[in-house]
């Protein structure tokens, strides 16, 4: 069941020549952290280009509940912080619906002030691990009391007295990483973070825009990042940047869709996040980056894609993976296109996201006529090629943005329609999924 009121389908329809400009929400990351960093500091943050997906808005309510004054005045988000250890002990439950960064980062903010708060979530939220936050945030003297396996409901009681922790991640996750240094901003001395692969680093860049003392170091064992622990942070303008996540939708929906010609504006090439658009590249698609440019310290760029009927299944670089990790459902879409296989190994993480992403998907696939192999940590799509991909199943999306959207641009060039059994969660991080891909001539039905 889901939390966001009755189910509603929607189905995709083989579609064709899409064309035009697909202007796609702000960074969902940065949107979450621009909010919390901002709660964080003394004075007034403003920020533009806030997604104004549900995930964001549960951000945005949460810190109001721990006291910091958040609201919308014309289109700018106007935050007044609280400090850092400044955070008030919410009267109520704090609901991060279906966002494990809402609420990953925001125990890690709670987590050395001396307040405690209930954390809860959606169905799917509340089947996601959280003791790979809560393990680290004991380490700074939190305690937390969840569900058996470390699941929401929990309550976290946050350290009195609270110490600096050094800490390697046991699984590449920025969510991880950025609860740790959100914790050791209240800590007094240095808090370190080990990381062995590198994640999205909006946290770092972030955190040294609103002046705290962090450094990154490359170093044998990963990168070691060094955060200087009670800073009082200014409070900064900020303008966030199109999400790079849902620019990869209308993107691969062009490759797909015959005739089409999409360009995807102002869209970031953090190189922590780009992964998919080398990929693509890699398995012949002429998708273009025009105009390429430096905003805000991040290069940016204006995407070009176009149909493209010659794309070859490849092997796509373990080391990538966390530069590209929410676009594996996507790219398994453009795979079942392609010439031969697709493999994309070290990716366990896909299990644990907004639904096990492998299972779903490959699920879906297999329903649609596209063979799917999987383990643990890989899988491997055998491509149909174009004009052989059957389509015509209702497929379930698990309370899972991501899964929804990949079948529907799917469906795009399927024989046959593909309908998600529930297209609500897309309001999570691309309310304007629909507007946006029918205003490129892409056909979709409620
Ligand atoms: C995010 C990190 C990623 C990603 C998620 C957003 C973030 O998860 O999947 O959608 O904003 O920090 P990990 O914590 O697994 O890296």
């Known amino acids: 069941m889901s939390s966001h009121g009755p189910a509603t389908p929607m189905s995709a329809h083989k579609s064709s020549g899409l064309s035009g400009e697909a202007h796609v929400p702000g960074d969902k990351s940065i949107s979450h952290r621009s909010l919390i960093f901002g709660a964080m500091a003394v004075g007034e943050t403003r920020v533009t280009g806030l997604l104004e997906g549900q995930d964001v808005l549960d951000t945005a309510k949460a810190m109001r509940s721990f006291g910091a004054d958040v609201e919308k005045q014309g289109d700018t988000w106007v935050v007044h912080g609280v400090g850092v250890g400044g955070f008030a002990e919410p009267d109520h439950v704090i609901d991060c619906g279906n966002s494990g960064t809402g609420v990953r980062l925001i125990m890690g ?3 050395t002030c001396p307040i405690a708060a209930t954390f809860t979530g959606d169905a799917s939220l509340n089947k996601r691990p959280m003791a790979r936050v809560t393990d680290p945030l004991a380490l700074f003297g939190a305690r937390s009391y969840g569900r058996s396996g470390g699941r929401l409901p929990m309550t976290i009681i946050g ?10 991640t046991p699984v590449p996750s920025a969510q ?16 370190v973070v080990i990381e062995r692969e590198a994640t999205r680093d909006h946290s770092e860049r972030m955190l040294a825009g609103f002046g705290a003392q962090i450094v990154t170091e490359d170093t044998d064992e990963g990168h070691v990042i060094t955060l200087t622990g009670q800073p009082e942070l200014k409070p900064q303008t900020i303008i966030v940047p199109r999400d790079p996540s849902s620019a990869a939708f ?15 504006p102002n869209i970031g090439l953090n190189p922590t996040r780009a992964g998919l658009f080398y990929t693509l590249q890699d398995m012949g698609a002429d998708l273009t980056f025009e105009n390429m440019r430096e905003e805000g310290g991040e290069p940016v760029a204006d995407l070009r894609a176009k149909y493209s009927p010659d794309l070859k299944g490849i092997e796509v670089p373990a080391e990538r993976a966390a530069s590209m990790i929410d676009e594996y459902p996507v790219l398994s879409v453009v795979a079942a296109f392609a010439e031969g296989k697709t493999y994309m190994p070290g990716v366990k993480e896909l299990r644990v996201k907004e639904s096990d992403r492998i299972d779903a998907m490959a699920t879906g696939l297999r329903a649609a006529g596209v063979d799917v192999d999987e383990g643990e940590d890989w899988w491997t799509v055998h491509g149909r090629g174009f004009g ?3 389509g015509g199943v209702t497929v379930k999306t ?13 469906g795009f060039a399927t024989n046959a329609p593909m309908t998600v059994d529930d297209s609500g969660p897309i309001s999570t991080s691309f309310p304007i ?12 039905t409620q």
């Open 109 to 111: 903010a709670m987590a």
């Open 388 to 390: 052989d991909v059957a």
């Open 433 to 444: 999924f629909e507007s946006l891909m029918t205003q490129l001539g892409a056909k979709l």
């Open 250 to 264: 209308p993107v691969c929906a062009a490759l797909i869709t015959e005739g089409s010609d999409v360009l995807v």
């Open 176 to 191: 991880v990483k950025s609860a740790v240094l959100l914790a050791g901003l209240n800590a007094p001395g240095q808090t």
């Open 159 to 168: 350290a009195e007295n609270p110490v600096p922790v050094t800490y390697t």
């Open 398 to 410: 698990h309370l899972d943005h991501r899964i929804a959207m990949s079948f529907l641009v799917m």
